[in-house]
Nanobody
Framework: QVHLVESGGGLVQPGGSLTLSCVASGNTHPFYAMGWYRQAPGKARELVAEVISNRHTRYADSVKGRFTISGDSGEGTMNLQMNSLAPEDTAVYYC?????????????WGRGTQVTVSS
């Protein structure tokens, strides 16, 4: 199976920047989709940004203009550059990948990395 490992989380002051990284192992085919999700206490997990077919991108309205997703679907690596961070961005961030399989689509998740924005 595909195994995902996130890194780069930590504590940052409001207005600061942070970059998250995710590396996949066990993948033998390019990913159809790669994305970052986050979940804050008391809230549902939400999509932050995603890349489809290694070219089409989509961002949550709350992060547009501040976050940038990048990666390589063949290598199985992805990054999330986060700028102008605010306390509302505090959450556990998860990387996610999707692959096309004979039965349709399958997804894999990382364990998550904590991002805390506080002064």
């Amino acid at each position: 199976q595909v195994h995902l490992v996130e890194s780069g989380g930590g504590l940052v002051q409001p207005g600061g920047s942070l970059t998250l990284s995710c590396v996949a192992s066990g993948n033998t085919h390019p990913f159809y989709a790669m994305g970052w999700y986050r979940q804050a206490p008391g809230k549902a997990r939400e999509l932050v940004a995603e890349v489809i077919s290694n070219r089409h991108t989509r961002y949550a309205d709350s992060v547009k203009g501040r976050f940038t997703i990048s990666g390589d679907s063949g290598e199985g690596t992805m990054n999330l550059q986060m700028n102008s961070l605010a306390p509302e961005d505090t959450a556990v961030y998860y990387c996610n990948v999707a692959l096309v399989v004979s039965t349709g689509m399958t997804e894999y998740w990382g364990r998550g990395t904590q991002v805390t924005v506080s002064s």
